[in-house]
């Protein structure tokens, strides 16, 4: 069994793609053979040692969205059945586990961060982190969901998304952005998205401007701005009166000023936002699988070439890096 381990100090170049051990899976857990994945900054950041959070173990297998095909026998989850994963290591007895908020779980953290990840042939997981994909879906698609898909998924419903309203998105052409465009259009809103990329338009958007020509007098219900600092003024400046900003990334930068006399004064509300939770993925990959939602794909990879990969990561401008099995 072979998989990707990077050893300290971090840095792609103390990368090997080498035998592992995986032991008999312990109680609870599955064993899982890797199909496909996603590649995202997280898993780029583990590798480069630019992760706010301390990994673990050590050396580590980086890999945190990812699909592949169930090895053993569980509860719910059986042999042969294709699986996503749900990518947090939560311990389900904290006050945000019960309710219902493990992706905030303050014993646990990110699968592939806080734990070894899914870059290897072979891993075992706990069965409560997984899930069967369901029939017919484009495995492209599957592993977008448990980081992009359900970020975008949760800010739109912790946002107060539904039928009729305005939302304008920035960044509407990313890993969150294309998700949050295809879902609200499903939802019956009008979207109004930010974005360069003319094929926005194939994803939903009613609307898509250039970053430096959104109107000025365009006034939304909600804003999605997952870029942070760059945008965050001309974010609130579309709110229109009860409207919520709801924000979840810092691409550019994590400083910002608010009026707060325009914000109390039309009863606006600024939303932070996080991953998601299980539940949340059950319903975003049944959504997905009834309503078709699609992935850009960039550029494809063998998981063994991973270091090609990682190479490759910074360049991508358009759509989604994908290894495979
Ligand atoms: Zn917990």
């Known amino acids: 069994?072979?998989?990707?381990?990077?050893?300290?100090?971090?840095?792609?170049?103390?990368?090997?793609?080498?035998?592992?051990?995986?032991?008999?899976?312990?109680?609870?857990?599955?064993?899982?053979?890797f199909e496909r994945a996603g590649m995202n900054p997280i898993?780029?950041?583990?590798?480069?040692?630019?992760?706010?959070?301390?990994?673990?173990?050590?050396?580590?297998?980086?890999?945190?969205?990812?699909?592949?095909?169930?090895?053993?026998?569980?509860?719910?989850?059986?042999?042969?059945?294709?699986?996503?994963?749900?990518?947090?290591?939560?311990?389900?007895?904290?006050?945000?586990?019960?309710?219902?908020?493990e992706y905030m779980c303050t014993n646990g953290g990110l699968w592939g961060v806080?734990?070894?990840?899914?870059?290897?042939?072979?891993f075992n997981i706990n069965e409560d982190n997984l899930f069967k994909m369901p029939q017919g879906m484009d495995p492209d698609v599957a592993v977008s969901l448990p980081i992009g898909?359900?970020?975008?998924?949760?800010?739109?419903?912790?946002a107060g998304a539904s039928h009729e309203k305005r939302i304008l998105i920035y960044g509407a052409s990313g890993n969150t952005g294309i998700f949050a465009t295809q879902l609200a259009s499903h939802f019956g809103m009008e979207v109004h998205a930010v974005s360069r990329k003319e094929w926005v338009k194939d994803y939903g958007a009613s609307e898509v401007y250039d970053p430096d020509s959104v109107p000025e007098n365009l006034k939304v219900d909600i804003v999605m701005n997952s870029l942070g600092q760059k945008f965050w003024k001309d974010s609130l400046s579309h709110?229109?009166?009860?409207?919520?900003?709801?924000?979840?990334?810092?691409?550019?930068?994590?400083?910002?000023?608010?009026?707060?006399?325009?914000?109390?004064?039309?009863?606006?509300t600024i939303i932070g936002s996080t991953g998601g939770s299980r539940k949340e993925l059950l319903d975003l990959a049944d959504i997905t699988a009834r309503k078709g939602l699609k992935v850009r794909v960039a550029k494809r990879f063998k998981l063994a070439d991973i270091k090609e990969a990682l190479d490759y990561f910074p360049k991508v401008k358009d759509g989604r890096l994908i290894l495979e099995a």
């Open 114 to 122: 806080v734990s070894n990840g899914g870059y290897a042939e072979e």
């Open 43 to 101: 898993d780029y950041n583990v590798v480069a040692g630019k992760v706010v959070y301390s990994l673990a173990p050590f050396p580590h297998i980086p890999g945190s969205e990812v699909m592949g095909v169930a090895k053993s026998d569980g509860k719910r989850i059986r042999k042969g059945d294709k699986v996503i994963i749900y990518p947090r290591i939560f311990c389900g007895n904290c006050d945000m586990c019960l309710t219902s908020r």
């Open 239 to 268: 709110l229109s009166a009860g409207g919520s900003l709801v924000t979840f990334g810092v691409l550019t930068g994590k400083e910002a000023e608010v009026d707060i006399a325009a914000l109390y004064t039309a009863e606006r």
């Open 149 to 158: 898909g359900l970020t975008a998924y949760h800010a739109l419903i912790r």
């Open 1 to 33: 069994m072979k998989g990707a381990v990077v050893y300290k100090p971090l840095g792609k170049e103390n990368l090997k793609f080498e035998d592992v051990n995986v032991p008999e899976p312990g109680k609870g857990e599955i064993r899982v053979g």
